[in-house]
């Protein structure tokens, strides 16, 4: 898709100044060549003022319909907002005729994220989805090992994901509200890392349970949890292939992250969040582990790349609204499935070229 006419730089407002807001994207858009960030908007007022503040020029609102109706020559708009306020943040952009980077996932169901990119796809704008882990090296790496067949025929794939309970960190709070548990939030990453790698699934089942029922909100208060912290899926992918994912946000130590992929020949994975090597171990070499360098994530590749791609100096990256949109199903009779202890088809599907790079000589 060809971009429509931006800016050079793009003039871009970044909404939602919290945790990832302002901690990854409000640096990296600020200095960037690509971007010129005129405005910051955050429904907590002084958390837009103090991103303005960290960025001249930058000129801060509290709502979606202040920021519309002043600014009215932006190019993209990446938000950054709790899940529950995606759709309507995106959707307010798209029908202005600005280009959008969502954090994950883009809508809180399927048919919400759908309408969006449909909506996208009339307007002739990019929907750029979260997360970008897709566009990573080390992805971009072991999808290269599964084209090479180094690891033989594919048969499974694990994934485990945790995360320690952090009392008062703002992300719990909207963690407490229907439809944002840990499969909208942590199980996001490996459904579409291992769709990535395996291709589409054709099946899920899903078991789910909350560690902590009640937590402790920001503001100090005890609230109930409106939905699960943790979870076990087992994916069944149109290759045969199966892979399971154990998933946590109430893990209790430090974070973690392990994904592994298990072939007839041998493995390969990751270990830790944004690692620095992939392992390798294949039966010919003794099982013998070895380790594949690659260099380390950036936080913020997935609009950074949005931002060349619209500038028309980058390829278009690895993350797919199919694949973004497949995943949203996914997520969606994860639910189903948990509700119902029952296996659950999927309807969609995506082709694993569009989460190959093209052109620039990392993928094929
Ligand atoms: N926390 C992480 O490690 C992490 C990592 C990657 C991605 N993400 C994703 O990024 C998003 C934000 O996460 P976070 O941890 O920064 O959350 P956060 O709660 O720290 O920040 C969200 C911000 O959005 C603001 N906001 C809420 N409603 C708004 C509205 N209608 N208009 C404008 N602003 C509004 C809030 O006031 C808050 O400042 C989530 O979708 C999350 O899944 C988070």
Redesign the pocket.
């Known amino acids: 898709m060809a971009a429509s006419n931006p800016h050079i730089p793009l003039k871009v407002a970044l909404?939602?100044?919290?945790?990832?807001?302002s901690s990854a994207y409000l640096p990296m858009l600020c200095s960037e060549p690509w971007t010129d960030l005129v405005a910051v908007?955050?429904?907590?007022r002084s958390?837009a003022q103090s991103a303005a503040a960290r960025c001249p020029g930058a000129t801060c609102y509290a709502?979606?319909s202040e920021l519309l109706a002043s600014e009215t020559t932006l190019d993209l708009v990446v938000n950054?907002?709790?899940?529950p306020?995606?759709e309507p943040?995106t959707r307010a952009a798209l029908e202005r005729g600005i280009h959008v980077y969502s954090?994950?996932p883009l809508a809180q169901t399927y048919e919400a994220a759908v309408a969006l990119s449909s909506l996208s796809a009339e307007r002739d704008l990019c929907l750029f989805p979260?997360p970008d882990t897709p566009s990573s090296a080390w992805l971009q790496r072991l999808a290269e090992i599964v084209e090479a067949g180094d690891l033989g025929y594919i048969h499974s794939a694990h994934c485990r994901i945790g995360e320690a309970f952090t009392l008062g960190r703002?992300?719990e709070?909207?963690l407490l509200g229907p439809n944002v548990g840990v499969l909208e939030?942590l199980v996001v990453y490996p459904l579409t890392e291992l769709t990535a790698l395996l291709g589409p699934a054709v099946g899920v089942f899903a078991l789910l349970t909350n560690a902590r029922p009640s937590r402790v909100a920001v503001d100090g208060t005890m609230a109930y949890a409106a939905n699960y912290d943790t979870a076990h899926v087992l994916l069944q992918h149109a290759t045969g292939a199966v892979s399971s994912i154990d998933a946590s946000s109430s893990c209790g130590m430090p974070d973690e992250y392990v994904l592994e992929l298990r072939g007839v020949n041998g493995r390969a994975g990751i270990r830790g969040k944004r690692p620095q090597s992939v392992t390798m171990a294949l039966r010919d070499s003794g099982g013998q582990v070895r380790d594949i360098p690659v260099p380390e994530d950036d936080w913020c590749a997935g609009v950074r790349y949005a931002a060349h791609y619209l500038s028309g100096v980058g390829d278009r990256p690895p993350i797919s609204i199919s694949h973004s949109l497949h995943v949203t199903e996914l997520i969606e009779r994860c639910r189903d499935s948990a509700a119902t202890a029952a296996y659950c088809g999927l309807d969609t599907s995506f082709s694993v070229r569009d989460v190959r790079w093209v052109g620039d000589g990392r993928g094929e």
């Open positions: 909404v939602g100044c919290g945790f990832v807001g908007c955050d429904s907590d958390r709502s979606m950054a907002t709790p899940p306020v995606h943040v954090e994950k979260a703002a992300r709070q909207w939030d």
